[in-house]
């Protein structure tokens, strides 16, 4: 069964530095998501992406993060200067084009990211 | 905006009992409900959704009606087995504005041999 993979599955960074999570998506997917839980929290979404654009993001995607499609496969988020707050489980999830995206969504099996 | 909540805390039973976990939601427009179920180690998988009012979405023996009179998408399961311990999210998506799930917390599920 298909399905949707992330590596690192863990990730520790110094304050400061840059990071990026890559992700591969279902790959007759369209929609591609990153969502994030901090520890003991709920699952944020952060960032929609369709059509090699952002769609829609939330208030906490500011100008520190980024995403990107660099090929057929591949859907990366970048954080530029990390922060301690940014310590979290991110999620990398996708879907198809059933319903324009307003459909389920899968998951990959998450990135720890742990900023000391 | 649209929100999610989920009953507080962890929860304990033990094998063949019967589960419950709460879920009611905040939310305008038409909507899809969903249950995902997180095992030890992996990622969300989807359980059971349902895509309009009255809808019942069942898997694996797990059950959920979406009731729009009370906004509620209670998950039931008549007889847990020790390989149901995971967490559970509850979770929704608005048809109009946008495709970003809105999660509930999620409840741990510990089931006892």
């Known amino acids: 069964e298909p399905e949707v993979t992330q590596t690192p599955s863990h990730q520790v960074t110094q304050m400061g530095q840059e990071v990026i999570l890559r992700c591969v998506p279902i790959s007759n997917h369209l929609y591609f998501y990153w969502y994030r839980q901090i520890l003991g929290q709920k699952v944020e979404f952060l960032v929609s992406?369709?059509?090699?654009?952002?769609?829609?993001k939330s208030e906490i995607f500011d100008d520190q993060f980024s995403v990107e499609r660099p090929d057929g496969s591949n859907f990366t988020l970048k954080i530029r200067s990390t922060k301690l707050e940014d310590s979290a489980m991110y999620f990398c999830?996708?879907?198809?084009?059933?319903?324009?995206?307003?459909?389920?969504?899968?998951f990959g099996p998450g990135t720890r990211l742990t900023v000391l | 905006g649209n929100s999610v909540t989920q009953m507080e805390g962890p929860v304990t039973l033990s094998e063949e009992a019967f589960l419950t976990i709460n879920c009611t939601y905040t939310a305008t427009g038409y909507l899809s409900l969903f249950w995902y179920v997180q095992y030890p180690g992996e990622g969300l998988q989807l359980l059971l959704k349902?895509?309009?009012?009255?809808d019942k979405g069942s898997n694996k023996g797990f059950e959920a009606t979406y009731r729009k009179e009370t906004t509620s998408f209670h998950l039931e399961k008549g007889s847990v087995q020790v390989s149901d311990s995971a967490v559970y999210f509850c979770?929704?998506?608005?048809?109009?504005?946008?495709?970003?799930?809105?999660f509930g917390k999620g409840n741990q599920v510990v089931v006892i041999p």
């Open positions: 349902a895509t309009k009012a009255d």
């Open positions: 999830a996708s879907s198809d084009a059933t319903s324009g995206g307003y459909n389920e969504q899968f």
């Open positions: 992406f369709y059509n090699n654009e952002i769609s829609e």
């Open positions: 979770a929704l998506i608005s048809y109009y504005g946008n495709n970003r799930l809105a």
